[in-house]
């Protein structure tokens, strides 16, 4: 991790952030290529290796542009969390600015953002023998029943999760199973490991949301022009995944899952997916909204004017010269 003495500044990295669909890939290679900038995803569908239409992953003609760290590092039947992400990207990070480079991290998987910032409550390692029990339990009763089971000993937690909420109940019963102290407290005793970067937060935010509206719609829909279907049956066929793990939980995903499974047609498939696709943005304009004052919001317009824009933001933080880093 790059230390700063005293009496120098941090080093500098930017968060390019904002809802799906909103253009953040293009403006990221865009400002990448000016060579003062290396990429790092914040995308928690883009870490699963053969996941690539449905997660809008950057093709091979904008890897070549712009190289991004942290896309295909895991197979889809992997866990990854949002500590792992904050190891990684921590480890990225570093080694960008080693180069001479600025770190910029695009993506819209707002947890990460979160987590990158404010560090987690350093929990246990997961119990795979615990973790077994908790679901064989499950299957067995239900994920309600876990749910109840985790109000009895930890009713915070267990107040804000759903009680369909498979991975967070799962991960939260077994804190408590492990260590005998509930996720709450840990949550409670967490000490703040700020960042130690100056960090200047960019979001991407539609003017008009039906405008955004139609841009899911239409990406989802060239999705399927390019062979969703097609990416999910081959994840399918490799027998080894199933509708429970988290990568195929993924916006779209879970939809194609279950249109092979002969739950829904095909348009109906269409439908839920472009819902759900909103309904993500939602959420990540939701989290936007509450990291308050320090984000600088740049309205979705013409590409090259955003660029501009996101480059004299950068210049007024970093006070460096046009085309020095």
């Known amino acids: 991790m790059p230390l700063a003495l005293p009496d120098q500044p941090l080093p500098p990295a930017v968060f390019l952030m904002g809802p799906t669909a909103s253009g953040k890939t293009e403006l990221a290679i865009q400002l990448a290529e000016t060579g003062r900038f290396e990429l790092i995803s914040v995308d928690s569908g883009m870490i699963y290796r053969g996941m690539d239409i449905g997660t809008a992953k950057p093709d091979a003609a904008e890897l070549a542009r712009a190289p991004h760290r942290l896309i295909d590092v895991i197979d889809p039947a992997e866990a990854w969390s949002a500590a792992d992400f904050r190891r990684a990207a921590l480890s990225a990070m570093e080694e960008i ?3 001479g480079r600025i770190p910029l991290l ?48 930890d009713p915070v937690t267990a107040a804000r999760l759903k009680p369909n909420d498979s991975q967070r109940l799962q991960r939260a019963l077994e804190v408590w199973l492990v260590t005998g102290k509930p996720m709450s407290q840990w949550h409670a005793e967490q000490q703040s490991q700020s960042l130690p970067w100056s960090v200047l937060e960019l979001a991407l935010m539609p003017d008009d949301r039906a405008v955004l509206h139609e841009r899911i719609e239409r990406r989802f829909d060239l999705m399927l022009e390019r062979g969703f279907i097609e990416e999910v049956e081959r994840l399918r066929a490799r027998g080894d995944l199933s509708p429970d793990l988290p990568s195929m939980r993924s916006v779209g995903y879970r939809q194609v899952w279950e249109y092979l499974d002969g739950q829904m047609d095909r348009e109906e498939m269409r439908y839920r997916g472009i819902v759900a696709t909103r309904q993500l943005a939602k959420r990540q304009f939701t989290w936007l909204r509450g990291f308050g004052d320090s984000v600088h919001f740049l309205t979705t317009e013409a590409v090259p004017i955003v660029r501009q824009k996101a ?11 046009t085309g020095k880093c």
């Open 106 to 153: 695009v993506g819209g998987t707002m947890l990460y953002f979160k987590v990158l910032k404010d560090g987690l409550a350093d929990m246990p390692e997961a119990d795979e023998g615990v973790r077994a029990a908790i679901l064989a339990d499950a299957l067995q009763n239900g994920w309600p029943s876990i749910h109840a089971r985790l109000a009895e000993v």
């Open 97 to 99: 600015h080693a180069a």
């Open 311 to 321: 480059l004299q933001k950068v210049e007024n933080h970093l006070k460096l010269d």
